[in-house]
C-alpha cells in the first residue's frame, strides 16, 4: 500500500501562491490516482483536485476552479497542488490522498491518506 507524506504549508498573505507536493513511497505510485482534499475547522473534508495515474484527467472542484493546479511526476513518485489568488477561506489543512479510481467527485471515505498539511490564509 502507498504511503503518502506532503510538503509543509504555510501562512501566506491572500493573493499570493503556494504550491504543496505530496511524496508517494510505493513503487507503484504511478498506478494511482491522486486527489488533494481539504479541511477547515468545523467543516467536513472535501476534495479540491484530482488526478489519473496517466496525469491526462483532471477534476476540480467549483469553488478552486482558474486558481488550483493539479499536476504529477510519476518519475519522482510526487503530486503536486499549485494554489494561487490565495483567499482567507482557502484557509484548511490539506491532505492528498490515493485511490485506484478515475478522479471525479471523491467521497472523503476512501483512499490512503497522507498526514495533512496546514495552510493558513491572512488577509
Known amino acids: 500500500q502507498v504511503q503518502l507524506e506532503e510538503s509543509e504549508g504555510g501562512l501566506v498573505h491572500a493573493g499570493g501562491s503556494l504550491r504543496l507536493s505530496c511524496k508517494g513511497s510505493?513503487?507503484?505510485?504511478?498506478?494511482?490516482?491522486m486527489g488533494w482534499f481539504r479541511q477547515a475547522p468545523g467543516q467536513k473534508r472535501e476534495l479540491v483536485a484530482a488526478i489519473a495515474w496517466s496525469g491526462d484527467i483532471t477534476y476540480y472542484a467549483d469553488s478552486v476552479k482558474g486558481r488550483f493546479n493539479i499536476s504529477r511526476d510519476n518519475t519522482k513518485n510526487m503530486a503536486y497542488l499549485q494554489i494561487n489568488k490565495l483567499k482567507p477561506e482557502d484557509t484548511a489543512v490539506y491532505y492528498c490522498n490515493a485511490r485506484g479510481t478515475p478522479p471525479g467527485k471523491w467521497s472523503p471515505d476512501f483512499g490512503t491518506w497522507g498526514q495533512g498539511t496546514q495552510v493558513t490564509v491572512s488577509a
Open positions: 510505493a513503487p507503484t505510485f504511478s498506478a494511482y490516482s
